[in-house]
């Protein structure tokens, strides 16, 4: 019996306008409470704003008194450091308390008190110093055992405090808010959801009647991306051909940049031969005897030297940069060769090669077989995992001994992944999205290297089908997930 027309049209407005009420709504109260929670937002982000400005002035007069207390304590200049830098720095701390609660004239009151109390500070300070630097050592300490000092600072710590727990209360409220808000709307979510579930699961049923119809204009979709597929498959050869010339441009710009360099490096060293006679000459009693004895010496001692060494530092940092670059092209241009290679065995050699430096180190490197035998390049996979062990083993953590683990998690039809896990240092969240980039280096720089490690091995698992992702926590360890086809295809276009 074929379907109603005018049925069939009833059903689907009755399902639509429901659908469309509830989007409505849905609208209307996320609107709502998104109104709301940018409200409480911005009342938090205050509230932090202003316990980082107070955190801060307080900091800052701290910082003067230690100052101050330091250079009384030894008479040496560089302890008053840190007062000058305060000093210099308060008047910008105080006008980031103004500005923070410049919404708030109830405590204008409080602020105009505190910035008394530090101005008092200051004076006290600054009266001690002068003393101190007048040569009345004596004057300088008795003001300072009047304890009229200690208690300046203990009063603007009061002070500081009251408003730090007003700020904190209010801080508090509106955390509190947020969570009411965000609750509010993941129930309101979960119920206009499922109301909307209800009206598509209507919708459904009534759409399965002309199945028929879909599955006609699929078979007319697979005739269209047969041709699509071979436009797709002329655009990827048109993308290789422009890497190639891509690779070949930038190992041409990179070979030709090594010759002029290779030249300040040269003479950066006659300069360093140079200076050596130079400075053999300072010894020399006539040389003292010059005018300007002093200044030449001081030059040719130490302003000389340090400026040759940062150039012999930057050239050198060029250089490496500038082989990463052509390691990267000429590794691009390379062809590709299969052959058969036992995954197991393959790590035993990998394993072999650092044992040394795991042995030292107090560590374990373990291959967790049985591992699976591929076809693939072996240089390019000796690149890969020597790679990723090498930097398990380089940036380990300092309190315990590295642990490298080697394993594979799973195998379908014509692909494995192999993990490489490490306990070390980890990689912070923020760094985590750019370990793969070139030149990019996440966590301290105490480790040398160019930045090219993880960004050459993101290439080659590419370049051999494959895809490579990483999970880390920071301070437990790291690990990669190597994902590789277990025959290689090598594409000739």
Known sequence: MPPDPQRLLRTTYTFGVAALVALVLLMITSFWLVQRTQSTTESVLKARFQRTALVRLLSTVQDAETGQRGYLLTGEPRYLQPYETAVADLGKRLAEVRAAFAERPQD???????????????????????????????????????????????????????????????????????????????????????FILLTALGAIATIVRYTRQLVAARNELGDLNTGLESRVKERTTDLQRANE????????????????LVNVMGYTSELESSLETLQALTGDPGFNALANAEATKAAIESDLPESIGFIRTSTQKMDGLIKAILKLSREGQRVLSPERIDLGDFFDSIAD????????????????????????DRLALEQIFGNLVDNALKYRAKDRPPVVTVR???????????????????????????????FRRAGPQDQQGEGIGLAHVRALVRRLGGEITMTSELGRGTA?????????IIRRD
């Open 108 to 194: 204008n009151s409080q602020i105009e008190h505190i910035e008394t109390e530090i101005a008092q500070k200051l004076s006290e300070l600054a009266e001690t110093i002068l003393a101190f630097k007048a040569g009345r050592t004596s004057e300088a300490l008795d003001i300072v055992k009047t304890d009229r000092g200690k208690n300046l600072m203990d009063q603007i710590r009061v002070s500081i405090g009251k408003v730090l727990e007003e700020v904190d209360r209010n801080l508090s409220e509106g955390v509190e808010e947020q969570r009411v808000d965000a609750a509010a709307a993941r129930q309101f979510s979960l119920l206009a959801g499922a």
């Open 245 to 260: 010339e891509i690779q070949r441009f930038a190992y041409i710009v990179s070979h030709d940049l090594r010759a002029p």
């Open 353 to 376: 090669l650092v044992q040394h430096r795991v042995s030292s180190a107090g560590g374990e490197i373990r291959i967790v077989k049985p591992l699976a035998i591929i076809e693939g």
């Open 408 to 438: 594979q998690v799973s195998s379908r039809w014509g692909m494995i992944d192999i993990v490489v896990e490490d306990n070390g240092r980890g990689i912070s969240a923020e760094d985590q999205e750019r370990v793969f980039d070139l």
């Open 480 to 488: 990669f997930r190597v994902t590789l086809p277990t025959k290689l």
